[in-house]
């Protein structure tokens, strides 16, 4: 069974979406999977399983990328195409059947939205694979001694990123000698194109306590690391909801986002948001997600800090 799944550019969406291709994979074991996303993105998909091949779609004008899909995939007789962008490219290749995003259930988290797909009983979450290299660098990494308490301050676009001096005074309350994790190792994960952003934080964690990871990994290493990992901390990002599906508690911060359609999904799993709301942060005079600066001030540290005291007392016992 020849089956073309087609899936998200950025790498939370895509994050997302692997609880729908696992569930795929599970119906049919024999299936023989072409996945389509972004450059981003791709590197999910390196260790999944049943993958012949991983089509990447770098963005052209006028939507011509969608065209390079289409001429990479006419030729192969496709039993099943999944497509949760709905582009023109799963209506004009031949296939025996086809699953297509339904419009509307904008109210839905989008794993939710993701499960009407495959018309599934319950919405499948998140899971990404990985291989024996990619564990043995993480133990290398964090190798298990001692508590880690994992950050990820950059996001896509600044108005999610929280400032780095509160993630530092956060990072400083919660590993206190009589706080939730005393002691603990503060790792910051990012991408090596977010090191500016990264850097006040990793100037001010002490040398001895920082773990330094900020684009020396890649998307599953970060992964295999998060799952040794005690609790993480980070804006809505796709680090964010790798965090969540390695099972670890994670606690999201939001402001100019919506965490009723993107709070990190999973039972051991919270968000925190800023005081103004959704509509009042993006409605601002001038608002524009690709320039304006952080809106995230209205988040207090105490705020943030409550809310990773009451996740580490729900589940922090369970941590991995």
């Given at each position: 069974m020849?089956?073309?799944?087609i ?11 692997t609880?729908?291709l ?5 119906r049919?074991p024999?299936i023989?999977l ?9 590197p ?5 399983p049943n993958v ?5 779609m770098?963005?052209r ?12 995939c ?9 497509d ?24 839905l988290?989008?794993?939710e ?15 990404l694979?990985?291989?024996?290299p ?5 133990r ?17 676009w600044?108005?999610?990123?929280w ?14 000698a ?8 503060v ?16 100037r001010?964690?002490p ?10 990994i890649?998307?599953?290493t970060?992964?295999?690391?998060l799952?040794?990992c005690?609790?993480?901390i980070?804006n809505?990002?796709g ?5 969540a ?6 606690l999201?911060l939001?402001g100019p986002?919506?965490?009723t359609?993107?709070?990190?999904w ?9 005081r103004l709301d959704y509509?009042?942060l993006?409605?601002?005079?001038g608002?524009?997600h690709?320039t304006?600066?952080s809106?995230m001030?209205?988040?207090?540290i ?9 996740l ?9």
């Open positions: 020849n089956a073309l799944f899936t998200y550019s950025r790498i939370g969406d895509a994050v997302l979406s609880g729908l696992a569930a795929l994979i599970s049919h024999f023989r072409t996945i389509a996303c972004g450059p981003a993105a791709a999910l998909f390196d260790a999944a012949d091949r991983v089509i990447v770098t963005k004008k006028a939507g011509m990328h969608w065209a390079d899909l289409w001429r990479a006419l030729t192969i007789r496709w039993d099943l195409i999944v949760l962008r709905d582009s023109p490219v799963s209506r004009l290749l031949p296939a025996k059947s086809r699953r297509l995003i339904r419009r509307g259930h904008n109210h988290h989008r794993v939205r993701l499960a009407s797909v495959l018309d599934a009983d319950s919405p499948p979450p998140p899971q694979w990985i291989t024996r990619h564990m043995a660098t993480a290398k990494l964090v190798p298990g001694y001692d508590p880690v308490l994992a950050l990820g301050p950059t996001a896509n600044p108005g999610k990123q400032d780095g001096l509160r993630f530092a005074e956060l990072a400083h309350r919660l590993t206190g009589t706080a939730i994790l005393p002691g603990a190792k790792a910051i994960l990012g991408a090596d194109s977010e090191r500016a952003e990264a850097e006040q934080v990793l001010l964690i040398a001895q306590q920082r773990v330094d990871l900020v684009g020396k890649d998307l599953l970060a992964y295999a690391v799952r040794r005690s609790l993480f980070g809505d990002s680090l964010m909801h790798i965090a599906a390695a099972g670890i508690p994670t999201g939001f986002s919506r965490e359609h993107y709070a990190p999973g039972l051991r799993t919270a968000t925190v948001r800023t509509e009042e993006v409605g601002s005079p608002y524009d690709r304006t600066p809106l001030g209205s988040l207090s105490g705020d943030a800090e409550a809310a990773a005291i009451r580490w007392n729900r589940h922090g016992d369970k941590a991995a």
